[in-house]
């Protein structure tokens, strides 16, 4: 079976800055990936390249077995970590807005997803909390079917309830054909749900593994695993 994601040695060079050097990884359909690592040390840089919004200086990566970008970008979904709407839009001026740029929106989807979320159709984003535009970011990027979504700090500035809702639609409304990158500074809400993990520093992968696996074998959750890591430095 040919990998969700496979990556081989990809560099990223700013002109003052490497921000990947040589990360190399594959991910298989079903997994879930929790990517973490220290601030500036390269995570949006490496889901900015998957998603097509920045080219790698070196090396490749494939989904679904295409390194074709018109091929890898109709297959991910990517949900930045910033919002992208536009406050005049209502909930349901974005999900028209999606729908009608990405022929794998499903519409149908999207609107149990908004009342999963409690949130308004009708509500515009300027008049949204923040929490409930990430919500609604969320449901934009979850509603395409994807074979790999990327889920940049999905839950960065969202107080407890709203993640804990934000943790449970990944999980109910997640289609196993698919996989997933999370990358997140908020370890302890989501590493429950990461099959896979990935520890970056530095534009380097310095950990990867089945995360029960390391859970058992270090004897520490992967938040104590991370903290052991870069606690000390
Ligand atoms: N457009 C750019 N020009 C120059 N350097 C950049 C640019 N974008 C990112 N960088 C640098 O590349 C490195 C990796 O940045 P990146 O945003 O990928 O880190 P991150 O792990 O997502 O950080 P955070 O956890 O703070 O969001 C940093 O040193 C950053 O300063």
Do not use: C
């Amino acid at each position: 079976m040919v990998p969700v994601l496979e990556v081989e040695d990809l560099t990223k060079n700013y002109i003052t800055k490497k921000a990947l050097n040589g990360v190399s990884f594959t991910l298989e359909k079903g997994r879930i990936l929790g990517l973490a690592g220290p601030n500036g040390s390269g995570k949006t840089t490496l889901l900015k390249i998957l998603a097509g919004l920045q080219k790698a200086s070196g090396g490749t990566f494939r989904v679904q077995g295409s390194s074709k970008l018109i091929e890898t970008k109709e297959r991910v979904s990517f949900l930045p970590d910033r919002n992208i709407l536009y406050p005049w839009m209502k909930a349901s001026d974005a999900i028209d807005f999606y729908g009608d740029f990405f022929a794998d929106f499903d519409r149908s989807k999207a609107a149990d997803m908004l009342g999963f979320m409690r949130l308004d159709a009708g509500e515009r984003v300027k008049n949204m909390s923040k929490g409930m535009v990430e919500k609604l970011n969320l449901v934009l990027a979850f509603s395409r079917k994807a074979s790999l979504y990327l889920l940049d700090e999905p839950l960065g500035g969202i107080d407890p309830v709203a993640r804990e809702q934000i943790v449970s639609a990944i999980i109910k409304t997640w289609s196993e054909d698919s996989a997933i990158i999370i990358s997140t500074h908020l370890l302890s809400d989501v590493e429950q749900l990461f099959n896979e993990v990935a520890l970056i520093d530095a534009g380097e992968i310095i950990l990867t593994g089945d995360a029960e696996a390391l859970r058992i074998e270090r004897g520490r959750s992967i938040i104590q695993l991370y903290i052991d890591i870069f606690g000390n430095r």
